[in-house]
């Protein structure tokens, strides 16, 4: 009897036991957060960059020198799945000294490739424009003509929510302002935008 009553306890414990880690099981599978969605459709976002404007002669000489220069992005993609793309980007980039204030904005529209889902690069072709002001004695504000210009980027992403995303980026904007004067195929002088920072961008 003895025998009978102590193996159905061990019945007993051992059901118990089932029961509690399916219940457990259960639980963590409930708890478990859903996985994130694909980035695919409309995004839209800003950034902050410090870097320099620079400036570069046919001879491959910096012009103006280097620049020490802040700026933002403000930019709209649309993705057609979660590789492949297109965006539309503002990238000024400002430095200011005493009472001048010189800056480089560049804007374009092209293409960005997802090779992995943390890891983006960009192309695009647009225009680009410098401007100078002084605020003094006497005011100055002087723009040159809008120009070709080229937007290269490569981001990597390190934080993302069901609705955002946050990356750090690098990219350079390059504006086209002299004419081939020489015919060496180059344009005589090119000013550049180079930025390091990171951006949101919801979608």
Not at 75 to 93: K, S
Request: hydrophobic content about 45%.
């Amino acid at each position: 009897m003895s025998h009978t009553i102590r193996f159905a306890s061990l019945i007993g414990v051992a059901a118990l036991g089932v029961i509690v880690l399916g219940a457990a099981g259960t639980a963590s599978a409930q708890s478990a957060p859903p996985p994130l969605p694909e980035r695919i459709g409309f995004e839209a976002g800003f950034g902050l960059y410090g870097g320099e404007i620079n400036c570069e002669n046919e001879n491959g000489e910096f012009c103006d020198g280097v620049t020490e220069a802040g700026g933002i992005d403000l930019h709209a993609n649309y993705f057609f799945n979660p590789t492949l793309g297109v965006f539309f980007d503002v990238f000024p980039m400002v430095h200011t000294e005493d009472d001048w204030t010189f800056t480089h904005t560049v804007v374009t529209a092209g293409v960005k490739w997802r090779p992995a889902p943390i890891f983006t690069l960009a192309g695009g072709i647009g225009s680009a424009q410098a401007r100078l002001r002084y605020e003094g004695i006497l005011n100055i504000d002087a723009k040159t003509d809008t120009v070709p210009a080229i937007l290269l980027s490569a981001a990597i992403e390190v934080l993302r929510g069901r609705s955002f995303a946050v990356d750090v980026q690098a990219r350079v904007g390059v504006g086209f302002y002299e004419e081939d004067e020489n015919n060496n195929g180059e344009a005589d002088i090119v000013g550049r935008n180079v930025g390091f920072g990171a951006a949101i961008t919801w979608f």
